[in-house]
């Protein structure tokens, strides 16, 4: 073996072993010297595109969030930093790898840890951190209904109405269709002073799926008086009957 190759593979192992050295460090609880090493694993030719690296960059600025020692080192950044990393494993590794099958665990864990934080936000009525952080949620948990809900209590709070509007329609656009969902958002189109049509759009959106909805079907009525539409109204009345 040349003193070349020699040198190559001393480095190799020795940057492999920066990542070793972070797990350890990180299953004894040294979460500072486990994040020094696993940033340099990160920077390294050698391992900056390993999915072990990723994930495991990820894991230990996750676990500094909320730690009672080492929480100071986390900052406001820290949680994107975590999805970053998660993402970018699943990237390098597949949903069925050996790191890629661990995260969603993690992003689960995630998901929590920063909902919590924008309750929290929420709670000290800090709206815009709030929704910043119910924003985040959403994105770790597409799917999620509670975070985007809560954003649009928090922009309708802030006075953000049409923010509010927005994140109504995207409850609506993955399956959270309660009345109270289109009666929320009809209230703030209307407080906004949106277009009759524009309104008459949701109402008729709300009354496809709940037909018997009182407050619809008034606010139906009553628009359709407004803009001279009485013969539509009764048509409307007598079929109901």
């Known amino acids: 073996m040349t003193a070349m190759a020699a040198a190559s593979i001393q480095v190799a192992v020795a940057q492999n072993s920066a990542v070793n050295s972070a797990v350890l460090n990180h299953k004894n609880g040294t979460l500072d010297k486990a994040l020094a090493d696993i940033n340099k694993a990160t920077e390294h030719q050698k391992t900056k595109d390993k999915a072990k690296t990723w994930f495991y960059h990820g894991v230990i600025n996750q676990d500094l969030i909320g ?4 929480s100071k080192l986390a900052t406001e950044q820290t949680p994107e930093v975590v999805l970053s990393s998660f993402k970018k494993t699943i990237e390098l590794d597949g949903e069925g790898g050996q790191f890629g099958k661990m995260v969603p665990e ?6 929590g840890q920063v909902l919590n934080q924008a309750v929290e936000f929420h709670n000290n009525q800090d709206w815009d951190n709030a929704i910043a952080k119910y924003d985040m949620a959403s994105q770790i948990n597409p799917t999620d209904t509670t975070s985007v809900l809560y954003a649009a209590y928090a922009s309708t709070a802030k006075q ?28 703030l189109q209307q407080a906004i002073e949106a277009s009759d049509d524009v309104v008459m759009a949701s109402i008729a959106a709300g009354l496809e799926k709940h037909p018997n909805s009182v407050y619809l079907m008034q606010e139906e009525l009553r628009y359709y008086l407004k803009n001279d539409r009485a013969d539509e109204a009764m048509a409307k009345l007598d079929k109901a009957i």
């Open 160 to 187: 953000d109405y049409a923010s509010a509007v927005k994140y109504y329609d995207k409850l609506i656009s993955i399956g959270h269709t309660t009345e109270d969902v289109y009666k929320n958002k009809i209230q």
């Open 106 to 111: 993690r992003m689960e864990m995630l998901y």
């Open 67 to 70: 730690n009672p020692i080492y």
